[in-house]
Structures are given as structure tokens and as C-alpha cells.
T-cell receptor, first 116, second 115 residues
Framework: AQKVTQAQTEISVVEKEDVTLDCVYE???????LFWYKQPPSGELVFLIR??????QNEISGRYSWNFQKSTSSFNFTITASQVVDSAVYFC?????????????FGTGTRLKVLA | DTGVSQNPRHKITKRGQNVTFRCDPI?????LYWYRQTLGQGPEFLTY????????KSRLLSDRFSAERPKGSFSTLEIQRTEQGDSAMYLC?????????????FGPGTRLTVT
């Protein structure tokens, strides 16, 4: 069965600290896609990054970076030099290729509070 | 370039009433999804449309729920005989039928409160 686990319910950091959000997933598919979304207090889910199961290269995009490891089924997300505006709930999501619909399975989210 | 829009943004209704929500996806996005998000949880998939065809429905979508996408553009989600457990944020998302694009773009949601 497909499942996404975000064990961290809430994280608080002081501005300019680096913070890593953890995500562990379960799937039987060999082709799948992983995503991170940000949900600020306004409520709208904002797409941040996507990773394909067949591409384990880790990348950095501005202050965001991610670590995708198939061996441990983890897709962790790091914000470098956090800012108050990064305060939001962050969701990890899984989409499977064989379902045809590419619907998302979300984790329960991690609330990030960045303190000034 | 407009994003996904949803109306109304907020709806308060009494138990037993019917409600209808509307979603306008990004133009030319033929895939459309509905999700439901309750407080403190991640969104849960409800149903999926490809053009006007409803291709998948979650078991969460009881017979009181119905969704349509009559011309393959906007979609509506109707809840009949609302119950307090229906109180949630209803999110709509869309993406194009393109094998290179798998990320979904979400609207601002409709927050339903059933009293």
C-alpha cells in the first residue's frame, strides 16, 4: 500500500538556521514521483519541488535542497538560512505512475515556525 | 496567466442542506482533481477527471457527493444532505496531460463549515 510519513509534527528554528524536513514513503511501484508543497496560512498549496523515481540526483535550488534516497525510501527537504516567510506547513506527497491518474498521497505535514 | 480558482472561498451551511462548489482549472489543463483536507491533516484524494470523464473516485466519496465536469473545463462538487463531518477544506487541482508535467497546481480551496 502507498503511504507517506512525516514524523515531525512541528519544528521551530531561529531565523538563519538551516532546517531539514523528513519524509519517508512506501510504494510497490517502480515508477513514482515525489513532491514537496508549502501551505502558508492563506491555505493555498504551493508547489516547491518534484523528483522522479528514476532520477536520484540531488539538487539545490536557491535556498532549497533535497536528498532523495531510494535505499531508505526517504525524500528529505532542506531550507538553508531560514527566513520568517518560510513559516508554513510543508507537505510531502507521492504519485504513482501505474495508477494512471497520478493522484497524490500526502503526508500529514510538518509545521515549520521560523522565529525572528 | 491565471491559476486555479475556486468559488466560493467560504461556505457556512446548516446540517441537511445541499452545497455546490466550483473549480476553474488552469486553461488547457485537462486533468482535474478534487481533494479534501481536514484540520491538521494532509489533503485526501476524492476524485479525478480527464477532460469530461470522471475516471476515479475515492471510497471517501459517499453517495451524497457528486462531481461533474460537463464540458471538460470547470468542475462542480456537490454535497447533498450535509453532515457536520463534511466540514473541511475542499481543494481543486489541475495539470496538463503531459508526461513531463506531474506536479499539480492547486486552487485556494473552499472552506466548508456545517453547523
Amino acid at each position: 500500500a502507498q503511504k507517506v510519513t512525516q514524523a515531525q509534527t512541528e519544528i521551530s528554528v531561529v531565523e538563519k538556521e538551516d532546517v531539514t524536513l523528513d519524509c519517508v514513503y512506501e510504494t510497490r511501484d517502480t515508477t513514482y514521483y515525489l513532491f514537496w508543497y508549502k501551505q502558508p496560512p492563506s491555505g493555498e498549496l504551493v508547489f516547491l519541488i518534484r523528483r522522479n523515481s528514476f532520477d536520484e540526483q540531488n539538487e539545490i535550488s536557491g535556498r532549497y535542497s533535497w536528498n532523495f534516497q531510494k535505499s531508505t525510501s526517504s525524500f528529505n527537504f532542506t531550507i538553508t538560512a531560514s527566513q520568517v516567510v518560510d513559516s508554513a506547513v510543508y507537505f510531502c506527497a507521492l504519485s504513482e505512475g501505474t495508477s494512471g491518474t497520478y493522484k497524490y498521497i500526502f503526508g500529514t505535514g510538518t509545521r515549520l515556525k521560523v522565529l525572528a | 496567466d491565471t491559476g486555479v480558482s475556486q468559488n466560493p472561498r467560504h461556505k457556512i451551511t446548516k446540517r441537511g442542506q445541499n452545497v455546490t462548489f466550483r473549480c476553474d482549472p488552469i486553461s488547457e489543463h485537462n486533468r482535474l482533481y478534487w481533494y479534501r483536507q481536514t484540520l491538521g491533516q494532509g489533503p485526501e484524494f476524492l476524485t479525478y477527471f480527464q477532460n469530461e470523464a470522471q475516471l476515479e473516485k475515492s471510497r471517501l466519496l459517499s453517495d451524497r457527493f457528486s462531481a461533474e465536469r460537463p464540458k471538460g473545463s470547470f468542475s462542480t462538487l456537490e454535497i447533498q444532505r450535509t453532515e457536520q463531518g463534511d466540514s473541511a477544506m475542499y481543494l481543486c487541482a489541475s495539470n496538463p496531460e503531459n508526461v513531463r508535467v506531474h506536479e499539480q497546481y492547486f486552487g485556494p480551496g473552499t472552506r466548508l463549515t456545517v453547523t
